[in-house]
């Protein structure tokens, strides 16, 4: 919405290049000495406030379902824009995470977490899982469980990744207990826009991208289509078959069509097919020590996985304050893995894994914006199908077989509102009222006395209270409390005892702070935590030595994230960042082990990043990130007593990344990275004395776009 006087006679020479939204509107309404706002999916012109010889792109936190800018967030949110991606040379949603306060990853993506928590959760479910403690979402569907952790999710015409520390429930509803990860990509655009890129690196690294996005019916109907294809040979070698073992394959394409018939309603379609196959990650190891990039493995281990994703995205801007909002998507994953069981070069034991799962989701949203409150109301219904048939092989013959079937029903009814009681004063409150249905029935065809069927329902309250308060104009400080939660279900572990077992929850107080200067040219963000959690689900063995997940553990979690970020000049800008994360079993007793004082598996106390990028007035631009991760513990040892008498521990790490960009003619953009320049060695997982997991040895790639 706009004055007619405010672009009356107005014109824009226009530009080229890869840009987000707001920062290609920022820069077409710059030569005007205009600007810009956001009210949900309204976007209102203004007159540009008086600013200094560098202005900062405003960037919008759209996770939380308020459209909140960055700094106005209170939630723990780091946001990586489009151009941030190329300063740093990122491919990879892996590579957004490594720099990121509070998130810890290891090689292949296979194991990452939020604040100390895996992805996956603490209850060993494996391949079959359909509950996690984060939520991935890409252009508003929600990623299957294996696609977020055997999947990097490669970033080829991405607009922007919101990545979220602590529990996101009250909004996003049943896996989001540790936090949440949203990933938007590029919307179609009326006026032309084409890319194509190839790339080629180290351990046959090669791939092709390409994209096209213009106008159907000028004003009305606009389409953009996004394909990437990556291959990489991997750094793991097998040296039993004499085969690489750890190759990559991956594939995406992406259409989207945008219908905006009025100026009040916009609706956004976009289909994406997905397929992914990769090796193992793990190299052999004597008495523990690694054998750098080797296995010896008789079996040829792959994990392969097809997702399509259909998503129908409705705005309608009812009047000057209401918004209407409709999501409704559709996600179909085939998974399929050969696995080595014995993990020896001569026994032939072998685990074969088919899965499926099959997810809908709708959400209706009504938002309301005025000058002193923000806020909305929402229903969502979901639903998941799974089928799981697992079978362990001895050679030919099927010892050990399962199937099983799972559905999911989940409803619920959620809001939040933002109010501004006084001047600079603002409180905070949500609640989700969330149900569950879980239907499990689990089949062993070999033996059917194991087969069991198991029904559970769950009813839950998820609130959130808080407060904030303008300091001054560039300082904001608020506290927040809420309610995380992840849903129960039936353990589905081949050979386990499958019980039920209840939801986990846990209880989050956070002190936010947010600061710039300089006309926003240096920003700093904090949040400072303290979680408890309850009720937490855990693997043991019962009497029979079958193993089981009960909710039999409690914890806490405590500590502080920090991150700036400062343009010193037109052409130098810096960041930085770290967290420091204290993790405890506060009672955790297991299969005769006493945990009870520990810190999370996997969990490390720090992380730094440093980083800083000079783009020269001759079109060269450098980039260099410096990222550390603590050491952490990968397994207890425990006496005859169960007590910790030791354990195993990962790798503390440093590793220094470059990236280098030149223009060439306008449009022709050549890209150059270099990640673990000194060829540091480093274990990420220390899982045992003969098998274990190491990072990436340094790595060279070089990448050739033209924009047209």
Do not use: C
């Not at 840009?19 to 956001?38: C, I, K, M, R």
């Not at 409705?314 to 909002?325: A, G, I, M, Q, R």
């Not at 990028?613 to 207890?636: C, E, K, P």
């Not at 030149?662 to 022709?668: A, G, K, M």
């Amino acid at each position: 919405m706009a004055d007619a006087s405010l672009t009356q006679g107005k014109r824009t020479n226009g530009f080229k290049g890869a840009y987000t939204l707001d920062a290609a509107l920022n820069l077409l309404l710059q030569e005007n000495g205009l600007a810009h706002s956001h009210n949900n999916s309204v976007i209102t012109l203004e007159r540009a406030k008086p600013l200094g010889k560098l202005a900062t792109v405003k960037v919008i936190a759209s996770g939380e379902k308020l459209n909140r800018s960055e700094n106005e967030t209170l939630s723990s949110v780091d946001i990586t824009t489009a151009e941030e991606i190329v300063a740093h040379g990122d491919t990879n949603l892996q590579n957004i995470m490594e720099r990121t306060p509070g998130v810890y990853s290891q090689s292949a993506n296979e194991n990452w977490g939020i604040r100390g928590v895996p992805a996956s959760g603490f209850d060993d479910q494996g391949p079959a899982a359909m509950n996690g403690a984060v939520s991935v979402y890409v252009d508003d569907a929600v990623q299957a469980h294996r696609m977020i952790t055997f999947n990097p999710l490669h970033l080829w015409d991405m607009e922007q990744v919101e990545i979220y520390s602590g529990a996101q429930s009250t909004t996003q509803g049943r896996n989001t207990l540790a936090g949440a990860v949203v990933l938007r990509t590029k919307n179609p655009t009326f006026t032309p826009e084409f890319a194509l890129r190839t790339n080629a690196g180290t351990y046959g690294e090669r791939g092709v991208s390409a994209m096209a996005s213009g106008a159907l019916i000028d004003g009305v109907l606009a389409a953009r289509i996004a394909i990437d294809s990556q291959h990489y040979d991997g750094y793991i070698t097998n040296k039993t078959l004499n085969i690489d073992a750890n190759p990559l394959e991956a594939q995406n394409i992406r259409g989207k069509l945008l219908f905006t018939p009025t100026e009040k309603i916009n609706v956004l379609f976009t289909a994406a097919r997905t397929k992914h196959s990769t090796g193992t990650n793990a190299v052999a190891a004597t008495a523990g020590k690694p054998d750098y990039f080797h296995l010896y493995e008789n079996t040829e281990s792959d994990t392969n996985i097809t997702q399509d994703a259909l998503t129908l995205k409705v705005d309608y801007t009812l009047d000057d304050h209401w918004t209407f909002t409709s999501i409704t998507s559709s996600t179909q994953v085939a998974f399929t893995s050969l696995l080595d069981f014995d993990q020896l070069p001569s026994a032939t034991q072998t685990i074969v894994r088919n899965h499926e799962q099959e997810l809908a989701n709708q959400e209706f949203r009504l938002g309301y914006n005025t000058e002193k409150i923000t806020g909305f109301i929402g229903a969502y219904y979901g639903r998941v199908d799974g089928k799981v048939d697992d079978q362990l092989m001895a050679g030919s013959v099927v010892a050990l077989d399962l199937k099983a079937d799972t559905t999911i029903n989940n409803a619920a009814l959620f809001g939040e509102i933002n109010w501004e009681f006084i001047d600079n004063w603002q409180l905070i409150g949500g609640l989700r009222y969330d149900r569950e249905k879980n239907e499990t029935d689990i089949r062993y065809p070999l033996n059917p006395a194991r087969s069991a069927q198991s029904e559970k329902d769950t009813d839950v309250f998820l609130p959130k209270i808080g407060i904030s308060h303008n300091l001054s104009e560039n300082q904001l400080i608020g506290l927040t409390w809420r309610r995380g939660y992840r849903s129960g279900g039936v353990n589905l572990r081949t050979n386990t005892s499958h019980v039920p077992y209840d939801p986990e929850f846990t209880k989050t107080t956070e002190l936010s702070w947010r600061g710039n200067w300089f006309n926003e040219q240096l920003q700093a963000r904090a949040n400072l935590y303290h979680t408890d959690w309850i009720d937490q689900q855990i693997t043991f063995l019962d009497d029979n030595n079958n193993r089981q997940v009960a909710n039999a553990a409690e914890s806490k979690m405590q500590g502080i994230e920090f991150s700036a970020s400062y343009a010193l000049s037109p052409n130098l800008s810096l960041s930085a960042g770290g967290a420091y994360n204290h993790t405890e079993y506060l009672e955790f007793i297991t299969n005769g082990a006493n945990y009870s004082g520990q810190a999370f598996l996997f969990a490390p106390k720090t992380m730094a990043t440093l980083g800083a990028n000079y783009r020269f007035d001759n079109s060269w631009m450098i980039g260099v990130d410096l990222v550390h991760q603590g050491d952490r513990t990968s397994a207890y040892l425990t006496d005859s007593s169960g007590e910790v008498i030791g354990e195993r521990r990962s790798d503390n790490t440093t590793l220094v990344n470059l990236n280098a960009e030149i223009t060439l003619f306008d449009s022709l953009i050549v890209n150059g990275y270099v990640r673990n320049l000194f060829d540091t060695r480093y274990i990420t997982n220390n899982q045992g004395d003969t098998l274990l997991d190491v990072g990436a040895p340094l790595t060279l790639g070089v990448a050739l776009s033209y924009y047209f």
